[in-house]
C-alpha cells in the first residue's frame, strides 16, 4: 500500500529514551487494544527536524502538525516520568 493517514498523532518530550518513547507508544496500543497496522505519526520523525522552519512554513494552520491533528483520531502525549514536561 501507499501512504496511509494517520489515527494517532504522538507528542514527546525531547529528553526521553527512545527505548522508554516505544515503550509508551505500545502501552498506549495495548491499552486501546490497537492491531498491528495502527498508524501513528510521530513529530520528530515526520518532520525534517534540520529545516524545520520550512517544514513549517508561514501559517501554523498549515503547518504539519495541524494536518496531522485534524485527521487523526486522538493524541498520545508521552511526557517525562514526573509528568513535568
Known amino acids: 500500500g501507499g501512504p496511509r493517514s494517520p489515527r494517532w498523532f504522538v ?4 529528553g526521553e529514551p527512545v527505548v522508554a518513547f516505544v515503550a509508551c507508544v505500545v502501552e498506549h496500543a495495548l491499552a486501546f487494544e490497537l492491531g498491528d497496522d495502527e498508524q501513528y505519526w510521530i513529530c520528530a520523525y515526520a518532520n525534517n527536524q534540520s529545516c524545520i522552519e520550512d517544514e513549517l512554513g ?10 496531522a491533528l485534524k485527521i487523526s483520531r486522538g493524541a498520545l502525549v508521552v511526557m517525562d516520568d514526573k509528568a513535568v514536561t
Open 58 to 67: 508561514d501559517s501554523p494552520l498549515e503547518s504539519p502538525f495541524c494536518k
Open 11 to 14: 507528542s514527546h518530550w525531547w
